[in-house]
């Protein structure tokens, strides 16, 4: 049986910055392994260096540019279809700042990590080739979607894929048994079955379904895809929240 929920997100504010916490909301303390999923901008992001520790971490731009630096020594900057993920291991202090003052829109994501306070903290970049999957294109972030999947390794097993809509026919995702879903509409409102998700929001999923989208060649529609086995016990890692 399917089951589409699309949750309240709460107002809260990282580093000075408002966002909205998709994730947790409502009675959801996480979606799979995912414990928090914060939507922010467009705004300029000027954010001091922060703790974290025991858990990975990823933003995923839809616009704009960030400079990220950290304690490892890693300084990069990047934009949208690009991701930095941080392992925090014992603990890293990770800075993020606007380039130029350009104002960025994304999703900030933190996943569960048992045992990542034995690891060394690191930094991987990556860029997702986005695979074709009928009239549409996924970019695959972490995890598996089909056949193809990304080199990001993650303590638990995860799915997050950005899907651009080139056409109104929906795509049927291929749930894995026991997962969760949740369903992101970036600047356009997504269909999950019969459930409107507007932009800005998210759906909690379970069971098979299929997204669609408003979408033709010439008006790309883009949504972010998360996805994981549920936390036995789901808790916050220590350390800040995301950002």
Not at 29 to 36: C, E, I
Not at 57 to 82: A, I, K, M, N, V
Not at 158 to 170: G, H, I, K, T, W
Not at 185 to 197: H, K
Request: some cysteine.
């Amino acid at each position: 049986m399917t089951s589409v929920r699309v949750v309240q997100p709460a107002t809260t504010t990282v580093g000075g910055v408002p966002i909205l916490r998709l994730v947790p909301a409502d009675d959801v303390a996480a979606v799979g392994p995912w414990t928090y999923v914060d939507w922010f901008g467009p705004a300029v992001l000027q954010q001091p260096a922060r703790r974290q520790a025991n858990t990975q971490s990823l933003t995923w731009l839809f616009s704009g540019h960030l400079r990220h630096t950290d304690s490892t020594g890693s300084d990069t900057t990047y934009g949208p279809g690009q991701a930095v993920v941080v392992t925090a291991g014992a603990g890293v202090e990770v800075a993020q700042a606007s380039v130029g003052g350009e104002p960025v829109t994304g999703v900030a994501l933190r996943l569960a990590a048992p045992g990542a306070s034995d690891l060394t903290p690191s930094v991987e970049e990556f860029w997702p080739e986005p695979v074709r999957v009928g009239d549409h294109e996924v970019a695959i972030i972490v995890g598996e979607f089909g056949f193809e999947d990304s080199p990001v390794a993650t303590h638990l097993p995860a799915l997050a894929c950005e899907v651009r809509f080139a056409s109104d026919d929906p795509l049927v995702v291929p749930v894995e048994d026991g997962w969760e879903y949740v369903v992101i509409a970036e600047g356009a409102a997504l269909r999950v079955g019969d459930v409107e998700v507007p932009a800005g929001r998210a759906a909690i999923v379970s069971g098979e379904f299929a997204v669609g989208a408003a979408a033709d060649a010439g008006h790309v529609v883009r949504g972010l895809l998360l996805g994981g086995a549920a936390l036995a016990a789901p808790s916050r890692s220590s350390g800040t929240e995301p950002g």
